[in-house]
């Protein structure tokens, strides 16, 4: 579902069924709203949420019949590669569940706000995969290099506190209000310099990229 309101789009991940898992529709569906937004100039900030749940990781039950072509074409980097690169300012807004390939779109987000009742890790090693759309490199950015083996060799899944205590996200609020936190940082986005956020987010990323 995606909203377009004061300079803010809103991407929201809707497979209540399933916890919003990640199938190939969904992340078609988000490639091209994510296209569309990177072209467009009234948009000055990202969220990305989902409601209840972020999302519970890609789904299973579409993986587990894939031969070696369709897991190829399954795969999600393409689309949140896109994400990580938008110029804009992006946040991840988290209620529920963000596992796996949900807590790696998480990830490609600039920040994070995720409520108390948020439960986020990667558990693909349990499942005999591994975290293949970017986790295996921004999660030691964000979390060092210890507490990201950690996390996906592991495949713990970490409650909120947790996640904000090893700085996984930025912010923990109350239940149901993940959302409307992202709203009013976001707002900040949009009152602010555009050029001085995408300068400062790109050099930041230039930087960590070059490891100077
Ligand atoms: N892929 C496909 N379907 C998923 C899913 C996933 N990653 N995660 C949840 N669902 C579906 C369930 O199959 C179920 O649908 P169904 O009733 O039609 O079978 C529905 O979402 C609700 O899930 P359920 O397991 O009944 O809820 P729960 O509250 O008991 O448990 C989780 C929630 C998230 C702990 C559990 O669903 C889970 O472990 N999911 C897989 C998480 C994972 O390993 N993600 C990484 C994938 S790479």
């Known amino acids: 579902i995606v909203e377009k309101r004061n300079g803010i789009a809103t991407l929201k991940l809707h497979r209540p069924d399933a916890m919003n898992a990640l199938n190939q529709q969904l992340v078609e569906e988000l490639d091209y709203h994510v296209e569309a937004i990177g072209k467009d100039q009234e948009i000055r ?4 949420t989902g409601e209840k749940n972020f999302a519970a990781g890609a789904d299973i039950k579409a993986m587990v ?6 897991a190829e074409t399954f ?8 994400i990580y690169n938008l110029e804009i300012p992006t946040i991840a807004a988290i209620e529920g569940y963000a596992l796996g390939g949900g807590l790696e779109l998480a ?3 600039d920040l994070r706000i995720a409520s108390s009742n948020a439960k986020l890790g990667f558990p693909e090693t349990g499942l005999g995969i591994m975290p293949g759309a970017g986790g295996t490199i921004l999660a030691p950015m964000l979390l ?10 592991l ?8 996640a904000y205590r090893i700085g996984l996200i930025n912010k923990m609020v109350e239940p149901g209000q993940a959302y409307s936190e992202a709203v009013n940082w976001a707002n900040k986005f949009v009152d602010g310099a555009p ?6 987010k790109k050099t930041i990323r230039r930087g960590l990229e070059s490891g100077s």
């Open 45 to 48: 900030a990202v969220i990305l």
């Open 65 to 70: 019949d894939l031969d070696v072509r369709g």
């Open 75 to 82: 795969a999600f980097s393409h689309t949140f590669k896109k």
């Open 107 to 109: 990830v490609t987000c």
């Open 144 to 153: 060092g290099v210890s507490k990201a083996m950690e996390m996906i060799l």
């Open 155 to 162: 495949g713990s899944i970490v409650g909120a506190d947790e």
């Open 195 to 200: 050029v001085a956020l995408q300068m400062a």
